[in-house]
């Protein structure tokens, strides 16, 4: 009877996450120390190889010992998608359970991380080539803003969270209400309702919008100080293309645009510090859309990283996902 009780019982998992520069790296390693985690990374750039500076990807001495999955995993050149990060997070989820450790998955992709948490399938409907091509070259003729404004007349609560510049998404959105009639969003707010898929519990940092736009500010120059431009050359050089998955990242697109004359430097790089706070704008209304979720708001806390940190492992006590 008990081996059966325990046969049904979900498993448990912790979300961290948060808009962009918010500081949930930090937080992670020392919540993972805490509870004897493991990190499941849920950032569509860290995935690739060579997008180091740009991705703000998570150093070895940074991890202090701590297991991290899902970074480094895939070429630039290969495409990277939500169905593809949820079967790689569930194959490296099977290995931390069986180790007895605790994944938190932290990163800053609301969407890939429902679709884990929830156990979302986004393989049902088979795709209709014909009109995605017919959608591809509409965006070549008339730009992504005409395919944007499309989606705005037939499903308005999609248009809202996926950008004007995001013809993937956008043409998903336009095949999927083509496919079924039925707008995408509709049919992700019936998948959120299914709740949660494991023992969870999520967790949003979050600052003052003054604070968090300046730590944006400061990481761009930091990135750049880096080598962030060298690093786009040397993608650029490697055969690398604006049409490419992994050059949609922040930092990469601007940058390239720059090697192919359209801006200056400065002009590029005042534009990766906008759309980097206009990115973190559009975060934090995905995670207020989102349920039961837990927010860890630094000035509530005097930016007290133990403080925040008590209150998580309380949450996670209260949420039987820890016990005393």
Known sequence: MEQEKKKHQKRPMIVLTGPTAVGKTKLSIALAKTVNGEILSADSMQVYRH??????????????????????????????????????????????????????????????????????????????????TYLESLAKEKGSGYLHDLLAKTDPDSAEVIHSNNIKRTIRALEFYHLTGEPISKHNDKEKQKGSAYQSCYFVLNDERDRLYQRIEQRVDEMMAQGLAEEVKSLKEMGCTRDMVSMQGLGYKELLAWLEGEYTLEEAVALIKLNTRHFAKRQLTWFRREQDVIWVNKNDFGYDEERMLTFMIDKLVQKKILSI
């Open 51 to 132: 997008m180091d500076i740009g991705s703000a990807k998570i150093t070895t001495e940074e991890m202090q010992g701590i297991p991290h999955h899902m970074i480094d995993i895939l070429d630039p050149r290969e495409p990277f998608n939500v169905v593809v990060f949820k079967q790689r997070c569930e194959e490296c989820l099977e290995d931390i359970y069986e180790r007895g450790h605790i994944p938190i998955v932290a990163g800053g992709t609301g969407f890939y991380i429902q679709a884990l948490l929830r156990d979302i399938d986004f393989t049902e409907n088979e795709e209709n080539t014909e009109y995605r």
